[in-house]
Structure formats: C-alpha cells, structure tokens
Nanobody, 114 residues
C-alpha cells in the first residue's frame, strides 16, 4: 500500500517562497514518476510538475522558471521549491504517483497573500 504524506504548506506574501515535501512509503520509490498537482477553490485539480525516476522534469507553463521539482531517492521524498509566489498559486497542493492505481496524499494548503 503506497502512502504519500505532504508537508510544508503555509501562508506567504506574494514574492515569497515555500518548499513542499512529499514522503513516500510502500513503493520502490526510485522507479516511480512523481507529480505535484494543485487545486484552487472551485477549480479542477491541475498538474504542476512531474519528475521521473531518472530525474527528468516537466512543468506547467504557469510555474516554469518559478517552481523546481526534485527528489531524494535515499529519503523516498519528492520536493517542490516554489519561488516568486503569486496569489494565483493559492491552492491545496497534492503529491501523486501511479502504481497499478492512482495514489494521492492528503494535500497541503498554500496561501499567497497580495
């Protein structure tokens, strides 16, 4: 059973930074492609960033140049470094992976004030 636990959300002013962490268990982490999604109130969940087991990354256009996804396979953890935050980044951020089925973390709230 795969478990994903996010942490690191909070309240920050526009232009600030946060780093989210997602600790994974119950899977051979180093092989898994990991994703960060976000979901703003009243909107659909959207893909923010992805990282493969080999370290290849992909980003939504809205966060390119501001967010960085990374992983530490020794710690079974994936990170999302968020810089130059904007109010429109306000959302619940979820960690996700797929192993036979979808697995989601519980989410962590990020609130960016203007």
């Amino acid at each position: 059973q795969v478990q994903l636990v996010e942490s690191g959300g909070g309240l920050v002013q526009a232009g600030g930074s946060l780093r989210l962490s997602c600790a994974a268990s119950g899977t051979v982490f180093r092989f898994r492609t990991m994703h960060w999604y976000h979901q703003a109130p009243g909107k659909q969940r959207e893909l923010v960033a992805s990282i493969t087991g080999g370290g290849n990354t992909n980003y939504a256009d809205s966060v390119k140049g501001r967010f960085t996804i990374s992983r530490d396979n020794a710690k079974n953890t994936v990170y999302l470094q968020m810089n130059t935050l904007k109010p429109e980044d306000t959302a619940v951020y979820y960690c996700h992976t797929f192993s036979i089925r979808d697995y989601w973390g519980q989410g962590t709230q990020v609130t960016v004030s203007s």
